[in-house]
T-cell receptor
Framework: KAGVTQTPRYLIKTRGQQVTLSCSPI?????VSWYQQTPGQGLQFLFE???????NKGNFPGRFSGRQFSNSRSEMNVSTLELGDSALYLC??????????????FGSGTRLTVV | KNEVEQSPQNLTAQEGEFITINCSYS?????LHWLQQHPGGGIVSLFM???GKKKHGRLIATINIQEKHSSLHITASHPRDSAVYIC?????????????FGQGTRLTINP
């Protein structure tokens, strides 16, 4: 059973550019959540998608957005990149049935460097 | 004050020692997770707890819902256990769920 796949693994972008990261969940998992990890702030919740709908959003500016497709794959987009957006971006998929979430499986992450 | 507090932040021990990492939280939760992160970033979910105790190999996790406290224990520690261990609580409000993370405990086991 394939795990959670995040692409790309590494990315270098320039301030002001935009970036799109991809996350393919485990087959059958319909919930995908995104997290940002920085040395200063640790791991922080960005958003969760379930059945192509954003169910919850963390405390991040509107430059951070996402979407989920009918096959449950999810993308997150960061526009007008800032140096402070340099981080490891992790996604996790889970088998969610109604309101119940049965644990999380994390991807290896995308390490974004903004220069 | 963070919603999820872990202690200690750093822990160095000798191979074979019994390890305990603590997690306290201040919010209502539906579950608590213990995660392991190795250098390079990949995160592995070790346990999901909503009550009591779970054991997997040399790892034991306990949770006390009334005291809002959880512990992760490692018996007969080994250098390959060296990693960052992260406690995360699942908050659920009107069907919307999110994980809130502790700052992590960096564990180093010396041979």
């Amino acid at each position: 059973k394939a795990g959670v796949t995040q692409t790309p693994r590494y990315l270098i972008k320039t301030r002001g550019q935009q970036v799109t990261l991809s996350c393919s969940p485990i087959s059958g998992h319909r919930s995908v959540s995104w997290y940002q990890q920085t040395p200063g702030q640790g791991l922080q919740f960005l958003f969760e998608y379930f059945s192509e709908t954003q169910r919850n959003k963390g405390n991040f500016p509107g430059r951070f957005s996402g979407r989920q497709f009918s096959n449950s794959r999810s993308e997150m987009n960061v526009s007008t990149l800032e140096l402070g957006d340099s981080a490891l971006y992790l996604c996790a998929s889970s088998l969610r049935q109604g309101a119940v979430n049965y644990g999380y499986t994390f991807g290896s992450g995308t390490r974004l460097t903004v220069v | 004050k963070n919603e999820v507090e872990q202690s200690p932040q750093n822990l160095t021990a000798q191979e074979g020692e019994f390890i305990t990492i603590n997690c306290s939280y201040s919010v209502g939760i539906s579950a608590l997770h213990w995660l392991q992160q190795h250098p390079g970033g990949g995160i592995v979910s070790l346990f999901m707890l909503s009550s009591g105790k779970k054991k997997h190999g040399r790892l034991i996790a306990t949770i006390n819902i009334q005291e809002k406290h959880s512990s992760l224990h490692i018996t007969a520690s080994h250098p390959r256990d060296s990693a960052v261990y992260i406690c995360a609580v699942k908050e659920e409000i009107q069907g919307a769920q999110k994980l809130v993370f502790g700052q992590g405990t960096r564990l180093t086991i010396n041979p």
